[in-house]
């Protein structure tokens, strides 16, 4: 149980499309996911923290126009990058909160994202 | 803020080797420790976890105490295989509830044959 899912798992675009990226909780409900971003050979930096029915919060430094996060359902919860450049090409990750276990999370496989 | 600390790699062992990978923390509380692993061009798997003092940890070989007066989460396994390959996080949780986890800056682990 507790599987986490994105799509896709990578994504090549052009400087200055929009890219949606899907993260999905397949058998719970969570009403707290959690987007990350990885730098090659870095560690995970928290970008913003997703409540279903509610605006996202956002850490510092990071821009909420440019990353939009939508959390319409209990299993659903979406991260669109806007207007992508180079510099936006990363390796997205999510996770999501199951309640009542030890504020462990599961995290989704990644998404790739490629911006030429 | 809380924060935590682990070991930089990259840790280089021969198969069958005995790993540590060093991990301390700065937390206000009672925080949970976990430790995550990522495979090449995968995302992260919880490897274990413990969420109070003295607790072990424990999965597929692997190990790690929760050290209160070190403030520490070492993680170690006695006998590495070449499937251990990979980048290991260590991570916290600072309190109950959603929270979103405070992470290590990762240490990559080859081991070969």
């Known amino acids: 149980g507790a599987v986490v899912s994105q799509h896709p798992s990578w994504v090549i675009c052009k400087s200055g499309t929009s890219v949606k990226i899907e993260c999905r909780s397949l058998?719970?409900?969570?009403?707290?996911m959690f987007w990350y971003r990885q730098f090659p050979k870095q560690s995970l930096m928290l970008m913003a923290t997703?409540?279903?029915?509610?605006?996202?919060?956002?850490e510092q430094g990071v821009e909420k126009d440019k990353f939009l996060i939508n959390h319409a359902s209990l299993t659903l919860s979406t991260l669109t990058v806007t207007s992508a450049h180079p510099e936006d090409s990363s390796f997205y990750i999510c996770?999501?909160?199951?309640?009542?276990?030890?504020?462990?999370?599961?995290f989704g496989p990644g998404t790739r994202l490629t911006v030429l | 803020g809380d924060s935590v600390t682990q070991m930089e790699g990259p840790v280089t062992l021969s198969e069958e080797a005995f790993l540590t990978i060093n991990c301390t923390y700065t937390?206000?509380?009672?925080?949970?420790l976990f430790w995550y692993v990522q495979y090449p061009g995968e995302g992260l798997q919880l490897l274990l976890k413990?969420?109070?003092?003295?607790d072990k940890g424990s999965n597929k070989g692997f190990e790690a105490t929760y050290r209160k007066e070190t403030t520490s989460f070492h993680l170690e396994k006695g006998s590495v295989q070449v499937s251990d390959s990979a980048v290991y996080f260590c991570?916290?949780?600072?309190?109950?509830?959603?929270?979103?986890?405070?992470f290590g800056k990762g240490t990559r682990l080859s081991v070969i044959a």
């Open positions: 997703s409540n279903e029915g509610s605006k996202a919060t956002y």
């Open positions: 991570a916290l949780s600072p309190r109950e509830g959603n929270t979103p986890l405070v």
């Open positions: 413990a969420t109070k003092a003295d």
């Open positions: 937390a206000t509380g009672y925080p949970s």
């Open positions: 058998d719970f409900q969570a009403t707290t």
């Open positions: 996770s999501a909160s199951l309640s009542g276990k030890n504020n462990e999370q599961f």
